[in-house]
């Protein structure tokens, strides 16, 4: 992958021109990749699993951070910090059959151009009863899992030669109400959520699509919207009830026979 990304410098300075997400990502100017070597160098003794010491991986902190190494430095380490907190290079061998039976949550799904997409019907799922229950710690950690595993999935498909550097992620609010879903006590697990991948899944995100949204979803809204950053103001795609809006935008990005009914498609395991 290095011996690559020299070659991405040299032809980027000479005007040429790569089509293909990957390179395109790996594409950069000499000082540029000045300060992606300075960022390596500084980074690698903290580096443990193998997919992090890949270029493809550290441009994510140094571009997030214009660039500056220092900046990129306390981004990465503090992630390193975060994962090792919650034990995030195992979540996925966890047993989650509880939660998969009743918050069931796919990424089994790929769109048009090969990107993994995550799928959650949230309007079935009972935010409230996690809290009353004293589940939501394990809510939350469920939202991890899938922000590891749609980023997991990326990484796997980038060592077999697959053309992709992002994920999406599709949640339909149809059955979303204010009881179930926006109780004060719910509300921890929205923002816990944006504030994961924002912070600690850096530029792996290339969509986030909402649809079947009632009004009474901006109280949440209200609450995560301060939250944002650019980049999740730019790829959230928020749409009502109204089907064939969102099933137009959705065609454009993902073949139909690739989805389940209730995402507007004819998938039907």
């Known amino acids: 992958m290095r011996c690559f990304l020299y ?5 980027s300075l000479v005007n040429y021109t790569f089509s293909g997400s990957v390179q395109e990502y790996l594409t950069l100017t000499y000082d540029e990749k000045m300060a992606l070597d300075k960022f390596r160098n500084l980074v690698r003794p903290y580096l443990g699993s193998a997919y992090m010491k890949e270029d493809i991986y550290l441009i994510r902190w140094i571009r997030v951070t214009n660039f500056d190494v220092q900046k990129a430095k306390q981004r990465l380490l503090e992630n390193l910090r975060w994962r090792k907190a919650n034990n995030m290079d195992t ?37 409230r009863r996690a809290a009353v229950t004293g589940k939501m710690p394990r809510m939350i950690r469920y939202f991890y899992k899938l922000l590891e595993e749609s980023t997991q999935t990326v990484i796997r498909n980038q060592y077999k030669g697959a053309n992709v550097t ?18 004060p006590a719910c509300l921890q697990a929205y923002r816990a959520f944006v504030t994961a991948y924002q912070n600690y899944y850096v530029g792996y995100t290339h969509k986030i699509t909402l649809i079947n949204t009632p009004p009474i979803f901006k ?6 919207q301060p939250l944002f950053t650019a980049r999740t103001k730019e790829i959230l795609k928020i749409f ?15 073949s139909r026979d690739a989805l389940r009914p209730e995402y507007g498609g004819t998938r039907s395991d």
């Open 7 to 11: 070659l991405v410098v040299l032809l």
């Open 166 to 183: 992002e994920f999406s992620l599709i949640m339909n609010l149809d059955g979303f109400n204010a009881i179930q879903h926006a109780c």
């Open 240 to 254: 009502g009830p109204n089907k064939k809006e969102w099933q137009e935008y959705l065609d454009k990005e993902i």
């Open 91 to 127: 979540i996925n061998t966890e047993d989650w059959s509880d939660m998969q039976l009743e918050y069931p949550l796919y990424t089994d799904t790929v769109d048009k151009e090969g990107r993994p997409v995550g799928t959650v019907n949230l309007g079935t799922w009972n935010f």
């Open 219 to 224: 109280t949440v809204l209200d609450v995560i």
